[in-house]
């Protein structure tokens, strides 16, 4: 039985003279599965239509130019190369062929073995090219997990600095509004690292202190009601990986004071042992809290801030990456799909991935989960439309809100606020950027947005 062989390479010929098309194809047939097409017109309809990894096409015809067959090539595949063929008195428009993507041109009359050179290195070029991008995906596969897909430039920012703190046992502190991805962005910087161990998480608001703290540092035999034999704590159990310290903000202020000497020392006391243990555990923390407003507050021990404070990282709310949304949902969707399998539902209509777009996702990527989940359970066509959706994305009016007067008289103060509001959600909340376009220092710019103060209350007692 014969082995398959990789077919070879399809290559389009595209020539106003059947001679010289019908030449060219005989010549690259032992090397190649060469197409002939003998008018501009037929190229543009065969490289729309049909797959091709490369096209050589000669740039004078009468009915469609050359220039014209490489842009629908482009459309249709970009990274597709395409070869001009010309003769010499045309070496302007070879070279605007060139400034407008094709990979290389020759000049009429050339040798076809020159020919077979270049088509060789622009088709291996274009596999280096696709296996390059796809060792990169998948190098990059535990780092863009669900909710870390995107390529607008604040996630991408984000993600950069994910690349350079991941090797580096310093803490991280991980700062969003709730449903943005910070677990996600800690297993990312968990699986990008070189620590061996496991990756550890606790969810600090869940449990009550004491059992916090237990948990944490572990308990020995006898050291409460219940403790019917010694167990080690996720500081132990997380050793040579990584702990992650969820919603840090909520932790008690006594079992703060317990972690910042754990963090100190790397050394922990299980309670009711009298001896401390070595740890060690790289720990990314994660907080929906203004720590900073906390330490104000007393409700946050600011030694311990600043300790976990080292490498801080902002993941953006979804309406700052609007960028990103129809990524990710299209990425839900599939998942969904693969939940269940009954579901007609394959892809969105062009006016449900538009409100999509235009929402305010208060919930951020987590309310995007679920819409889409919703939307698979609950649909009955392939398509998910518009009306598909939840009834408050349809009715949101978030993209224009922060501008809405619903006939009403406001201040100017106000509505400087709401511009300006408006203005940085357009611009992906960089501030740098917002000021700059509006004309103003940044500190203008925090002055507009802070909430008006209450005017002071009327003093009864007065006259």
């Not at 009915?63 to 063929?85: K, N, T």
């Not at 076809?112 to 270049?118: K, P, Q």
């Not at 449990?207 to 167990?231: C, D, K, M, N």
Request: aromatic residues 4%; neutral net charge; charged residues 25%.
């Amino acid at each position: 039985m014969k082995a398959n062989r990789a077919r070879p390479p399809r290559v389009l010929v595209v020539d106003d003279s059947p001679e010289m098309a019908r030449m060219l194809c005989d010549a690259l047939a032992q090397r190649y599965q060469a197409v002939l097409a003998t008018s501009g017109r037929e190229a543009l309809d065969l490289v729309a239509r049909e797959s091709f990894d490369a096209v050589v096409t000669d740039l004078r015809m009468p009915d469609a130019d050359g220039l014209q067959v490489l842009a629908a090539s482009r459309r249709a595949a970009p990274d597709r190369p395409v070869i001009v063929m010309t003769a010499f008195s045309a070496i302007d428009s070879a070279v605007e062929s060139i400034r407008q993507g094709a990979y290389h041109y020759l000049t009429k009359p050339f040798k076809v073995d020159e020919l077979v050179i270049f088509l060789g290195r622009a088709i291996e070029e274009v596999r280096l090219r696709r296996e390059a991008r796809a060792l990169r995906n998948a190098m990059r596969k535990d780092l863009s997990p669900a909710g870390l897909l995107g390529r607008s430039k604040a996630m991408q920012a984000v993600l950069h600095v994910v690349e350079r703190v991941a090797d580096s046992p310093v803490p991280v502190l991980i700062t969003g509004e709730t449903g943005t991805g910070k677990g996600l962005l800690a297993r990312a910087i968990h699986a990008e690292g070189r620590r061996n161990g496991p990756f550890v998480t606790v969810n600090c608001a869940a449990l009550p202190e004491q059992l916090l703290e237990s948990e944490l540092f572990g308990h020995v035999r006898g050291a409460f009601t219940g403790a019917t034999s010694s167990r080690p704590g996720l500081f132990m159990e997380a050793s040579g990986g990584t702990l992650f310290l969820d919603e840090v903000g909520e932790m008690a202020l006594p079992l703060q004071a317990k972690l910042l000497h754990a963090l100190d020392a790397s050394a922990v006391r299980p309670v009711g042992a009298e001896k401390e243990q070595p740890v060690d555990a790289r720990i990314v923390a994660a907080s929906n809290r203004d720590l900073r407003e906390a330490v104000r507050s007393g409700a946050f021990r600011e030694d311990l801030l600043y300790r976990l404070d080292v490498v801080t990282l902002e993941v953006p709310p979804l309406r700052h990456r609007r960028d990103d949304v129809l990524e990710l949902a299209e990425h839900f969707l599939n998942e969904a799909r693969s939940r269940h399998a009954t579901s007609p539902v394959t892809h969105l209509s062009t006016e449900a991935a538009e409100k999509l777009s235009s929402y305010s996702w208060p919930g951020n990527v987590r309310e995007l989960q679920h819409v889409m989940e919703r939307a698979v359970v609950l649909g009955r066509d392939a398509e998910v439309k518009a009306t598909d959706l939840p009834l408050n994305i349809l009715e949101d009016a978030a993209r224009a809100a922060e501008l809405s007067f619903r006939g009403d008289v406001i201040p100017v103060r106000e509505l400087q606020r709401r511009y300006a509001a408006w203005a940085l959600d357009r611009l992906g909340g960089r501030r740098g950027e917002t000021a700059d376009r509006l004309g103003i220092d940044g500190k203008t710019l925090a002055k507009w947005l802070a909430e008006p103060e209450a005017p002071p209350q009327a003093n009864p007692t007065k006259p």
